[in-house]
């Protein structure tokens, strides 16, 4: 069984070599084939003939080649030593003995002081034995004169007093005067912050006295501030001698827009034990949030109880109490509805920022509209727009009427068409247009109607704010006339699908749905000037013109200003009721 074993693994191992001779023959050129069959022939004629095989073509070169090893005791070489001389070759390195250092990567330099320079050097370095020799600290002996020679007269203190003149007393002696400059900066009375900046504030009121003369005087352009005959009469001689000068004053708090020494005293703390990043755990996390959410849902079942419930009916009967001035009461109590006569048109809320004579246009602020906006940009990229403020003209025999009207005669005056008016643009203001009403969310400004008499108030709610900022008179101020032209049918069809929302016979006749009950913000505050919603935020006394346009409180109450004895009546719509309230 045995002997089986071995001659099957005898003939693989042939066959095995037989096909890697195969592959490697299939490999090779016909070249290297002729080469390999030469050195066979060498290597068999050299095991033939007993003695070494001739040296190849990569040996032929080298000298110092080893000796072959001693013959056996029998005297020639056996087979199995031939060969292992023969394969042992390719293995076999020769060093030459070498003793010379590499070469240096730089060129000669000096290394060091030479062994003379070394004892020297070390000869005069002391170093300290003890903690007593290092730590001793040696005095400073300075010369008396620092080591500058000082001449013997500069030591005198005599010397530098000027001899007295003959007969004069040294201690009655006048005193030197100043010199005009030094005794202007010693005796300065005037400003002692930014100059630059109060000049500025100076030539900005210059400039609305200069509107307000020209307005005031019928003038249609604004006089030369400049000249001095109106500076004289606008300012004082210091404003005017500073508008004067045509030098531009540097001002370190106008000109530097950030200032360098300022820090955000956000990022600082004194507290240096707080925590910088306090992160919290996952598990904490959510212990925090259930804890919110039982204490809402405790709020809720107590909100639906039925103590509560019961509590909202007693309340119901109470009279409403003002939140913050608890000696207001309510003295009438009316509805509040929308004001369907005037649902289909746009309302907005007018500010004026400043006027400049405002005696003059108060009264015709209700008659008066914004006309020529128009954007600064001939593109139309930016945002920013201009208008005018139109107005009636004053009266007859006014000074403004004859002289905007001096190339018409008055029979030309005279002939106005039917449904016309007179207008002519009074100031030209910066306009600048802010949205009340966010997307799809519920109005929060509302303009109101009160009729004391009837105890019913309406609303309209305001979707956008103009705001007017900047006040200048208009360069030519002629009359226009101005007429209203009549409804379209785009128009009406505009005021109907607005009036729609309110009024269910139009919702029918247009075939929208019928509108729900329309109410406002619940529990607003709101104060009825009697001028029928129309407002142009001129200013706050008593005859003029403010729009109606507060935002809802937490309470339905009445605004007071005062705290007085006197009777104070406001109106406040909550819910479906306005109440009129005095102290």
């Given at each position: 069984?045995?002997?089986?074993?071995?001659?099957?693994?005898?003939r693989?191992?042939?066959?095995?070599?037989?096909k890697?001779?195969?592959?490697?023959?299939?490999s090779?050129?016909?070249?290297?084939?002729?080469?390999?069959?030469?050195?066979a022939?060498?290597?068999?004629?050299?095991h033939q003939?007993?003695?070494?095989?001739?040296?190849?073509?990569?040996?032929k070169?080298?000298?110092g080649k080893?000796?072959?090893?001693?013959?056996?005791?029998?005297?020639?070489?056996?087979?199995?030593?031939?060969?292992?001389?023969?394969?042992?070759?390719?293995?076999?390195?020769?060093?030459?003995?070498?003793?010379?250092?590499?070469?240096?990567?730089?060129?000669?330099?000096?290394?060091?002081?030479?062994?003379?320079?070394?004892?020297?050097?070390?000869s005069?370095?002391?170093?300290?034995?003890n903690?007593?020799?290092?730590?001793?600290?040696?005095?400073?002996?300075?010369?008396?004169?620092?080591?500058?020679?000082?001449?013997?007269?500069?030591?005198?203190?005599?010397?530098?007093?000027?001899?007295?003149?003959?007969?004069?007393?040294?201690?009655?002696k006048?005193?030197?005067?100043?010199?005009p400059?030094?005794?202007?900066?010693?005796?300065?009375?005037?400003?002692?912050?930014?100059?630059?900046?109060?000049?500025?504030?100076?030539?900005?009121?210059?400039?609305?006295a200069?509107?307000?003369?020209?307005?005031?005087?019928?003038?249609?352009?604004?006089?030369?501030?400049?000249?001095?005959?109106?500076?004289?009469?606008?300012?004082?001689?210091?404003?005017?001698?500073?508008?004067?000068?045509s030098?531009?004053?540097?001002?370190?708090?106008?000109?530097?827009?950030?200032?360098?020494?300022?820090?955000?005293?956000?990022?600082?703390?004194?507290?240096?034990?707080?925590?910088v990043?306090?992160?919290?755990?996952?598990?904490?996390?959510?212990q925090?949030?259930?804890?919110?959410?039982e204490?809402?849902?405790?709020?809720?079942n107590?909100?639906?109880?039925?103590?509560?419930?019961?509590?909202?009916?007693?309340?119901?009967?109470?009279?409403?109490?003002?939140?913050?001035?608890?000696?207001?009461?309510?003295?009438?109590?009316?509805?509040i509805?929308?004001?369907?006569?005037?649902?289909?048109?746009?309302?907005?809320?007018?500010?004026?920022?400043?006027?400049?004579?405002?005696?003059?246009?108060?009264?015709?602020?209700?008659?008066?509209?914004?006309?020529?906006?128009?954007?600064?940009?001939?593109?139309?990229?930016?945002?920013?727009?201009?208008?005018?403020?139109?107005?009636?003209?004053?009266?007859k025999?006014?000074?403004d009427?004859?002289?905007?009207?001096?190339?018409?005669?008055?029979?030309?005056?005279?002939?106005?068409?039917?449904?016309?008016?007179?207008?002519?643009?009074?100031?030209?203001?910066?306009?600048d247009?802010?949205?009340?009403?966010?997307?799809?969310?519920?109005?929060?400004?509302?303009?109101?109607?009160?009729?004391p008499?009837s105890?019913?108030?309406?609303?309209?709610?305001?979707?956008?704010?103009?705001?007017?900022?900047?006040g200048?008179?208009?360069?030519g101020?002629?009359l226009?006339?101005?007429?209203?032209?009549?409804?379209?049918?785009?128009?009406?069809?505009?005021?109907?699908?607005?009036?729609?929302?309110?009024d269910y016979?139009?919702?029918?006749?247009?075939?929208?749905?019928?509108p729900?009950?329309?109410?406002?913000?619940?529990?607003?505050?709101?104060?009825?000037?009697?001028?029928?919603?129309?407002?142009?935020?001129d200013?706050?006394?008593?005859?003029?013109?403010d729009?109606v346009?507060?935002?809802?409180?937490?309470?339905?109450?009445?605004?007071?200003?005062?705290?007085?004895?006197?009777?104070?009546?406001?109106?406040?719509?909550?819910?479906?009721?306005?109440?009129?309230?005095?102290?």
């Amino acid at each position: 069984m045995g002997e089986d074993e071995d001659a099957r693994h005898r003939r693989e191992e042939a066959e095995r070599r037989a096909k890697r001779k195969a592959a490697k023959a299939g490999s090779r050129s016909d070249a290297q084939r002729a080469k390999r069959k030469e050195h066979a022939a060498r290597v068999l004629a050299k095991h033939q003939k007993g003695g070494p095989s001739p040296p190849s073509k990569r040996h032929k070169g080298e000298k110092g080649k080893p000796p072959p090893p001693p013959l056996p005791p029998g005297g020639t070489p056996s087979h199995f030593q031939n060969l292992f001389t023969q394969r042992a070759q390719g293995f076999q390195i020769d060093f030459r003995f070498r003793n010379a250092p590499p070469r240096p990567p730089v060129g000669p330099s000096f290394v060091g002081h030479s062994l003379d320079g070394v004892l020297v050097e070390r000869s005069r370095q002391y170093k300290a034995l003890n903690a007593v020799e290092v730590n001793y600290q040696w005095k400073l002996h300075s010369e008396p004169d620092l080591g500058v020679p000082l001449a013997p007269s500069a030591m005198d203190v005599k010397s530098y007093k000027a001899p007295p003149k003959h007969g004069q007393d040294e201690e009655n002696k006048p005193k030197p005067k100043l010199h005009p400059d030094d005794e202007a900066l010693l005796e300065w009375k005037g400003p002692l912050g930014d100059t630059a900046a109060e000049n500025l504030k100076k030539r900005q009121d210059q400039m609305r006295a200069a509107a307000r003369l020209a307005l005031s005087e019928g003038k249609g352009r604004i006089p030369n501030i400049l000249l001095p005959a109106n500076v004289d009469r606008l300012t004082s001689p210091a404003a005017a001698a500073a508008s004067v000068s045509s030098k531009k004053a540097f001002s370190r708090v106008l000109d530097e827009g950030m200032q360098t020494w300022m820090k955000k005293t956000t990022y600082l703390s004194n507290d240096y034990s707080r925590k910088v990043h306090d992160f919290k755990s996952l598990a904490s996390t959510k212990q925090q949030l259930e804890k919110d959410l039982e204490t809402k849902q405790q709020q809720m079942n107590l909100k639906r109880s039925a103590p509560a419930i019961k509590n909202t009916f007693t309340a119901a009967t109470m009279p409403p109490t003002h939140p913050t001035k608890k000696n207001m009461k309510p003295k009438a109590i009316m509805s509040i509805l929308p004001n369907v006569d005037h649902w289909g048109f746009s309302y907005t809320h007018v500010v004026i920022d400043k006027a400049p004579n405002i005696d003059m246009i108060k009264s015709d602020l209700a008659k008066a509209f914004i006309a020529n906006v128009q954007h600064t940009d001939s593109q139309h990229t930016d945002s920013k727009m201009t208008c005018q403020l139109w107005c009636p003209p004053p009266p007859k025999g006014d000074s403004d009427s004859e002289d905007d009207d001096e190339e018409k005669s008055e029979d030309e005056k005279d002939k106005d068409p039917p449904g016309t008016a007179r207008y002519h643009p009074v100031q030209e203001y910066d306009l600048d247009i802010v949205p009340l009403k966010e997307g799809d969310q519920p109005h929060a400004n509302f303009c109101l109607w009160v009729d004391p008499k009837s105890k019913v108030a309406t609303y309209l709610p305001l979707s956008s704010r103009v705001q007017l900022s900047t006040g200048r008179p208009v360069k030519g101020r002629t009359l226009r006339r101005v007429a209203r032209r009549p409804k379209g049918e785009a128009d009406m069809e505009e005021i109907n699908e607005q009036l729609a929302e309110v009024d269910y016979d139009v919702a029918q006749k247009i075939g929208r749905p019928a509108p729900s009950k329309p109410a406002p913000v619940a529990n607003s505050n709101s104060k009825d000037d009697g001028d029928d919603g129309e407002d142009f935020g001129d200013d706050d006394s008593d005859d003029s013109d403010d729009a109606v346009n507060k935002k809802p409180t937490p309470a339905a109450a009445a605004n007071n200003d005062d705290d007085d004895d006197s009777d104070d009546e406001e109106e406040t719509f909550g819910g479906l009721k306005t109440i009129v309230a005095e102290n």
